[in-house]
């Protein structure tokens, strides 16, 4: 049997740019998405504490230590810039597998570049 876990999560960045004229995805700064052990093209929800919006797209790659967090295309209207957001990413696993397995979660400063 396999289950889906939580495999990768920047906890609390801010979001600095939303552009709805762009195709879609998160523009993540890549010094987050190393430490968070994630990748362009990874499928992530995306969890607003703002306003309590939840959604999926999938990672682009930003300008590295820019401190980017941009959500783009129908998904720039689901929050404002200065938003405080939870990006996750899980893995499909074995259940015995999982039990032993432990995800990445990093904390980002209010400057999205630096870790805590």
Known sequence: MFIQ?????????????????????ITIDPILLEAANMIEGEKVQVLNCNNGER????????????????LNGPAAL???VGDIV?????????FEEAKRFKPTIVFPNTSNNTLI
């Open 86 to 94: 939870i990006v996750v990413s899980y893995a499909s696993m074995d």
């Open 78 to 80: 689901k929050c404002t």
């Open 5 to 25: 876990v939580l495999k990768s999560k920047i906890h609390r960045v801010t979001v600095t740019e939303a552009n709805v004229d762009y195709i879609g995805s």
């Open 55 to 70: 959604l999926e797209t999938y990672i682009i790659l930003g300008e590295r230590g820019s401190g980017v967090i941009c």
